[in-house]
């Protein structure tokens, strides 16, 4: 389990990341997994140093940022990576939050795929941007895949291919 730490590079390795990690973490080639116990990945990545993702594999639901309306992930870029069920839910205090994602495989089964805004009533801001990425989105809900974006924040889908399919069963209460 990977609780915390800083300053270290890892290769080919199997993670169960712990809820806090630390700063200037580089990821090569790894499988994260929840904790033994736990089926959610939870990302919460607070601090302004870098992390590299770079041909990883997310099993199972990962939360990339916080599960709540904590401080969430501010920088980071995941290259290259698999998601089996990705949610993004950023939250920026009075700080900038950067987060890219580039050639990556992503399928989201959460109802709003990507929920980014301040902490709080802070004037924080967020820039998101999936670049070259096959997103697949599950959820429910068929319009809002992005919700609350606050002004001055980015989410930006650059040549991505996106794949909605409808449930000929669903039904709006």
């Known amino acids: 389990s990977l609780q ?17 990690m630390g700063d200037n973490l580089f990821f090569y080639d790894c499988t ?5 116990g736990s089926d ?3 990302m919460n990545l607070p601090y302004d140093a870098d992390r590299v993702f770079d041909n990883c594999t997310f099993e199972g639901k990962t939360i990339l940022g916080s599960n709540g309306y904590n401080v969430g992930f501010r920088l980071g870029t995941f290259t290259e990576c698999e998601f089996d069920d990705l949610r993004v839910n950023l939250r920026a205090e009075a ?17 709003t795929f990507v929920n980014v ?20 989105h599950t959820g429910k809900n068929l319009v809002n895949i992005v919700a609350k974006t606050n002004e001055g924040s980015q989410v930006l889908f650059d040549d991505c291919n996106l794949n909605k399919p409808v449930d000929p069963s669903y039904r709006p209460d």
Not at 95 to 111: A, G, P, R, V
Not at 118 to 136: K, M, Q, T, Y
């Open 95 to 111: 700080k900038y939050s950067s987060t890219l994602f580039e050639n990556c495989n992503i399928h989201s089964e959460d109802e």
């Open 4 to 20: 915390s730490g800083s300053n270290a590079t890892l290769k080919n390795c199997t993670i169960q990341p712990g809820n806090q």
């Open 117 to 136: 805004g301040p902490f709080a009533s802070s004037e924080g801001s967020v820039d998101l941007v999936f670049r070259n990425c096959d997103i697949e």
């Open 32 to 36: 994260f997994k929840a904790i033994d």
């Open 40 to 42: 959610v990945n939870n």
